[in-house]
T-cell receptor, first 112, second 115 residues
């Protein structure tokens, strides 16, 4: 099993550009989430999904879109990048309940 | 609203000694879970230990144990026999309920283990 994979590992964007961060898991987990981590702060939830076709907003959803067309994939779209979106982005998945979340390696995004 | 508080920005411990990392939480939901994650300098998030709100006993995983005091709403992580490889950021997190996967994280504690 590859676990949770994220691409790309690093990305530099200019203000106003759009892009999609990819996330995939091969553990057949129903739950998937996107977090961002800023310096000096813990991870903050952007969007999450409890199954294919079902998504909901987290704590900091503005400027991001998600969709979940398959169990395996949960892409995060930045509509119009802003310098405030410079961060490290983590994708995670789990079976829910008492199961832990398994995190991907992260994507370091810089918006100039 | 649910909240996780980690009041120790940084901690130092000598190799082979035990160390306690503090975590307090706030929630009105009787069903919740508490997690600890380790983030080394390489950046990945590594799961360490889990405690459910209805668990009668404190969770243990190898050198990690969770000192769960429900009435005080605290879930401190105890690392016994510290190793140099334990140097990392440590995050406490909480999930409310069982039909959600939303984690709330604290701001973390940076642990440094010295020889």
């Amino acid at each position: 099993n590859a676990g949770v994979t994220q691409t790309p590992k690093f990305q530099v964007l200019k203000t106003g550009q759009s892009m999609t961060l990819q996330c995939a898991q091969d553990m057949n987990h129903e739950y998937m989430s996107w977090y961002r981590q800023d310096p000096g702060m813990g991870l903050r939830l952007i969007h999450y999904s409890v199954g294919a076709g079902i998504t909901d907003q987290g704590e900091v959803p503005n400027g991001y879109n998600v969709s979940r067309s398959t169990t395996e994939d949960f892409p995060l779209r930045l509509l119009s990048a802003a310098p405030s979106q410079t961060s490290v982005y983590f994708c995670a998945s789990s079976r829910g309940g008492t199961d832990t979340q398994y995190f991907g390696p992260g994507t370091r995004l810089t918006v100039l | 609203a649910q909240k996780i508080t980690q009041t120790q920005p940084g901690m130092f411990v000598q190799e082979k000694e035990a160390v306690t990392l503090d975590c307090t939480y706030d929630t009105s939901d009787p069903s919740y879970g508490l997690f600890w994650y380790k983030q080394p300098s390489s950046g990945e998030m590594i799961f360490l230990i889990y405690q459910g709100s209805y668990d009668q006993q404190n969770a243990t995983e190898g050198r990690y144990s969770l000192n769960f005091q429900k009435a005080r709403k605290s879930a401190n992580l105890v690392i016994s026999a510290s190793q140099l490889g334990d140097s990392a950021m440590y995050f406490c997190a909480m999930r409310e309920g069982y039909n959600t996967d939303k984690l709330i994280f604290g701001t973390g504690t940076r642990l440094q283990v010295f020889p």
